[in-house]
């Protein structure tokens, strides 16, 4: 399943260094409850780990969670 990047409504990156070991239910847990937003907003959270180079999208896709690591 591809993921149009062109379709989300909104796009937000979660500022600071993010465990990146963290799974689904964890990263929707803290984007919840430390930001107050609703996960099935058509929206994309973009996390950053320790190292720069590094990231992790959390998407909800209508039928499920997609977790995108690069």
């Keep these: 399943m591809l993921v149009n990047y062109h379709t989300p409504r909104h796009v937000y990156i979660v500022c600071g260094n993010t465990d990146l070991r963290k799974g689904i239910d964890t990263l929707a847990i ?4 430390n930001f107050g937003l609703d996960l099935y907003d058509d929206s994309l959270f973009l996390f950053c780990g320790r190292r720069n180079d590094r990231f992790r999208v959390l998407y909800w896709d209508g039928e499920g969670f997609i977790l ?3």
């Design 30 to 33: 803290l984007i919840a409850d």
């Design 68 to 70: 995108l690591y690069k």
